[in-house]
């Protein structure tokens, strides 16, 4: 069985985070390890307090893990402080991790920032280099490529831009108007990979849906192209099937894919 190391955050609302990373790669049919950034207080509705665990105990945590399992993939999500950056950076260098997949969480939906300032400098001149795959979304690419992304040719022009820090780039258009399109970048080619915009307010979650469904891919397949793509399905599937928990946004469901589908929407081509 594959194991994928998921370096992130807690949602104590169960929908984002350490707890769909979990859910998409028990769901994938590999084995979830865990290294804790934060702890947050969340609902629904908001973030209202984080905690960030401490540099020097989220390198205890990986060193622990590694001198025993050695991760397949590598899925890094919200890393709070710059000081925890570099040590991730510095891990994945000194252990020569492969198929690392960085979702650059840079704040939630309703606008709590999720990062420190200063850390951002750092996100792109120390951790996407040792990264593989990148998975912004369409507000991360902008901040990552310093320009204002909105639509197709502006994904095209700042996947250039973040591709030059190092790993190739997928980003998520889950926020377009109309249709929806992922975009891949490889420092050669685009793949799109395009969807009918599914109607519903319960997407808590789907970023780090895709991005831990792209590292367990990885994983398994060794190919950033069919993995992608795959995800892409994935993360589709766990949105059409989100779920009403709390007064505000809800959570996907990543382990859909994994049940009987006798009832419920099929998806549209």
């Known amino acids: 069985m594959k194991c994928i190391l998921a370096i992130a955050g807690s949602d104590s609302c169960g929908g984002a985070g350490i707890q769909a990373d979990i859910k998409t790669i028990t769901s994938l049919g590999a084995h979830a390890l865990t290294v804790l950034t934060v702890v947050t207080a969340q609902n629904s509705l908001g973030v209202t307090a984080i905690h960030k665990v401490p540099a020097r105990f989220i390198s205890t945590q990986i060193e622990t893990i590694i001198e025993d399992i050695v991760p397949d993939a590598v899925k890094i999500g919200m890393v709070y402080s710059a000081r925890a950056i570099k040590e991730i950076a510095r891990l994945v260098v000194k252990h020569k991790l492969s198929q690392v997949v960085v979702d650059?969480?840079?704040?939630?939906?309703?606008?709590?920032?999720?990062?420190?300032?200063?850390?951002?400098?750092?996100?792109?001149?120390?951790?996407?280099?040792?990264?593989?795959?990148?998975?912004?979304?369409?507000?991360?690419a902008g901040i990552l490529a310093g320009m204002e992304v909105k639509d197709l040719k502006g994904m095209m022009e700042s996947a250039k831009l973040i591709k030059a820090m190092g790993p190739d780039v997928v980003i998520t258009g889950g926020h377009m108007r109309g249709r929806c399109v992922d975009l891949l970048h490889d420092g050669k080619d685009f793949y799109q990979f395009f969807g009918s915009k599914i109607a519903t307010p319960h997407t808590h979650g789907s970023g780090c849906v895709f991005s831990t469904a792209l590292a367990t891919l990885l994983a398994k397949q060794k190919d950033v192209i069919k993995a992608t793509k795959s995800a892409h399905d994935f993360t589709r599937r766990a949105i059409m099937h989100a779920y009403v928990c709390g007064h505000g946004a809800g959570p996907v469901q990543p382990g859909y894919s994994v049940r009987p589908r006798s009832s419920g929407r099929k998806e549209k081509a």
Request: charge should be negative; proline fraction near 11%.
């Open 104 to 140: 650059p969480v840079i704040s939630a939906s309703t606008g709590r920032r999720l990062i420190e300032p200063e850390a951002i400098f750092l996100l792109k001149e120390v951790l996407l280099p040792v990264a593989n795959v990148v998975t912004p979304n369409l507000y991360e």
